[in-house]
């Protein structure tokens, strides 16, 4: 996680920036904290990347790379205000985790764009294009992370990222909104994942998929009280968090933890 020490809207790069309406920084921050303490309290340990003033996205530190079986797939983004963030991530990684790190020659922005299920069909990864991550990103992660990829086309620009619209539950299972997909993407889900927990559209834009889950808790943020009874009646127990200053950037709980999977 990386603190929002300098987060600001001051470009807008997605649907939900909006610079005319100034942030709370001190809110951001204390909104941040607690998400941090929720994941200690649930038994996680967090690690804190410094936050960079010139850098005021760093906060949303899942879009930094993405790591499977301790190999990292660093990020390039596709908008010149966040492209210094990659650095600082391929620096983390290779200094506090002494994971190989190696950066994507394709556009792709992390964990944003990929999501990884370990126990579904042998080691899968889900992965996102449309906006912000280049399909040839999707064959140079298999290459480099030695898993298979399953590309999925994003439609709707609201969701520009793969983990607004779609996320893990645990090893095996997912939750999506199906409109966010194109029609193929949609028959290539309900294949892979006939079980899976359909949102709707309220669920998606109360940003109830950019969720973080330990297998049991499913933490999400507070607007996303629907989403919330619907995992819960598929046995996970929600844990809301408020994080309505974050998603001035557009995003939420996903969006601000990068996962580190060893």
């Not at 899976?196 to 669920?203: K, L, W």
């Not at 049991?216 to 996970?236: P, S």
Request: hydrophobic letters at 40%; a negative charge.
């Amino acid at each position: 996680m990386c603190p929002p020490e300098h987060f600001t809207v001051d470009y807008a790069i997605n649907p939900w920036m909006d610079t005319s309406v100034p942030v709370d920084s001190g809110l951001a921050l204390k909104q941040w904290a607690i998400l941090r303490d929720t994941l200690t309290d649930l038994g996680h340990a967090v690690h804190v990347i410094d936050a960079k003033p010139e850098l005021p996205d760093m906060v949303y530190a899942a879009n930094g790379a993405f790591s499977v079986d301790g190999i990292v797939y660093g990020a390039r983004f596709r908008y010149p205000q966040r492209a210094g963030e990659a650095a600082e991530h391929r620096k983390f990684y290779e200094t506090a985790t002494k994971w190989p790190a190696t950066q994507g020659q394709s556009v792709n922005e992390g964990e944003g764009d990929f999501a990884y299920l370990p126990a579904a069909y042998g080691g899968m990864i889900l992965a996102g294009h449309g906006f912000r991550t280049e399909p040839a990103a999707h064959l140079e992660a298999q290459e480099i992370l030695g898993r298979p990829v399953i590309s999925l086309q994003l439609v709707d620009p609201a969701f520009y990222h793969l983990d607004t619209a779609l996320a893990a539950l645990d090893d095996r299972h997912i939750t999506y909104y199906p409109e966010a997909f194109s029609e193929a993407s949609q028959r290539v889900l309900r294949q892979l994942f006939p079980d899976a927990v359909i949102a709707d559209r309220v669920d998606a834009e109360a940003f109830g998929l950019n969720l973080v889950s330990d297998g049991r808790h499913v933490i999400l943020n507070t607007e996303a009280r629907a989403m919330g009874e619907k995992v819960r009646a598929h046995g996970y127990e929600p844990v809301h968090v408020e994080l309505g200053e974050l998603k001035r950037g557009g995003g939420s709980v996903k969006c601000v933890v990068a996962e580190l999977r060893q």
